[in-house]
């Protein structure tokens, strides 16, 4: 069963800086991984999605990369705002199952 | 406006007490699906929908039932709910199976059972 683990659990930085969130999965055999932002008491909103067959996707200042080799998925993050304070999930979808799994994501903080 | 909407968004209930959560999207999504978040646990799925009349259980079905009458309808009950059913629930719809298609969410519905 498909295991996904986000490290860190939590992160805090200035504004400006340009941040990496890691996404790690077990079963490579995974047709997509996605990214989520969720904001306090409020749902999911979709940032990318990556299939099994690209190796990355951009939207504006975010991209995220995946290696299904390495089981790992990264969501990069350029110059961080305050408006991107908020909690990232990345879930992902594998062979055989329509059943997504999800980590338990990162709550950023990006401080003036 | 393209989205999914949920009732209520808030809900107190006492235990044994059937409630029915709705669940509706104006997309013309096929798929549709309901989880649940809980601290520590993360995002599980409870249901879902492949379309009309089909849908299967997802990782924690138990205690739940779904029903999908209409392709934008996917409400979801708890015929005898428990304090361990307490959780904030996410209904969520794609255009198509998970393999290529992203997921839109509902804002939520925070359950307390006491």
């Known amino acids: 069963k498909q295991e996904v683990t986000q490290i860190p659990a939590a992160l805090s930085v200035p504004e400006g800086e340009n941040l990496v969130l890691n996404c790690s999965f077990t079963?490579?055999?995974?047709?997509?991984l996605q990214w989520f932002r969720q904001d306090p008491g409020k749902g999911l909103t979709s940032l990318l999605l990556i299939q099994s067959s690209q190796r990355e996707q951009t939207s504006g200042r975010l991209n995220a990369s995946l290696d299904k080799s390495s089981g790992r998925s990264t969501l990069y993050i350029a110059a961080s705002q305050p408006g991107d304070s908020a909690t990232y999930l990345c879930?992902?979808?594998?062979?055989?199952?329509?059943?997504?799994?999800f980590g338990r994501g990162t709550s950023l903080i990006v401080h003036p | 406006e393209a989205q999914v909407t949920q009732n209520p968004r808030y809900l107190i209930t006492v235990t044994g007490k059937k409630l029915t959560v709705t669940c509706s999207q104006n997309?013309?999504?096929?798929?549709m699906s309901w989880y649940r978040q809980d601290p520590g646990l993360g995002l599980r799925q409870i249901y879902y929908?492949?379309?009309?009349?089909?849908?299967d259980k997802g990782d924690v079905p138990e205690g739940y039932k779904v029903s999908r009458k209409e392709k934008r309808n996917f409400p979801l009950i708890l015929e005898s709910p428990s304090p361990n059913q307490t959780s904030l629930y996410f209904c969520?719809?794609?255009?198509?199976?998970?393999?290529?298609?992203?997921?839109?969410f509902g804002p939520g519905t925070r359950l307390l059972v006491l």
């Open positions: 879930a992902g979808v594998s062979g055989g199952s329509y059943i997504p799994t």
């Open positions: 969520a719809s794609s255009r198509g199976t998970l393999y290529q298609e992203t997921q839109y």
């Open positions: 929908s492949m379309n009309v009349e089909v849908t």
């Open positions: 997309m013309n999504h096929e798929y």
């Open positions: 079963d490579s055999a995974i047709y997509n």
